[in-house]
């Protein structure tokens, strides 16, 4: 138990908690922050940084309920350079505004970020096998080409 959310500024302050419970509320929130994006389309832009499947697929349906471009200017995915590469090429193949950004700076500051971003990937059941199984079959296309 974190005992130091009873002490925070929320108790402190008499408002919820915002800090997520668990995964499932935190993937909840996300999808309706999603939605939100979308629906005030006119006025916010969207970059989704996410290496979740299923985000990425709902936001593309989103997109193809709204009648919206594949490019258009207002919504962008992004992942990690390195991690989900599969989603972000298919993205881009089929016409989606993709961004792969690098984290830098000093080594001490870089690593720790790196390995939570991997737990994290990881966490996003099966999806990091998956990766793995799709970059050996391509691999293995390159070796027979």
Request: proline share 3%.
């Amino acid at each position: 138990m974190l005992t130091w959310k009873k002490k925070g500024k929320a108790t402190k302050k008499n408002y919820l908690d915002p800090i997520q419970k668990d995964k499932r509320a935190t993937d909840n929130d996300f999808t309706k922050a999603v939605e939100f994006c979308i629906e005030n389309i006119e006025t916010v832009s969207l970059c989704l940084g996410t290496h979740n499947e299923k985000s990425v697929l709902h936001l593309t349906d989103l997109m193809k309920k709204s009648a919206f471009n594949k490019n258009d200017s207002r919504i962008w995915f992004a992942q990690l350079l390195g991690m989900s590469d599969h989603i972000s090429f298919n993205l881009s193949k089929e016409g989606y505004n993709v961004a792969k950004y690098v984290p830098y700076g000093p080594i001490k500051e870089v690593i720790p970020y790196l390995i939570r971003r991997a737990e994290e990937n990881t966490s996003v059941s099966g999806q990091t096998g998956r990766e793995l199984s799709l970059i050996k079959i391509e691999v293995e296309n390159e070796k027979s080409v």
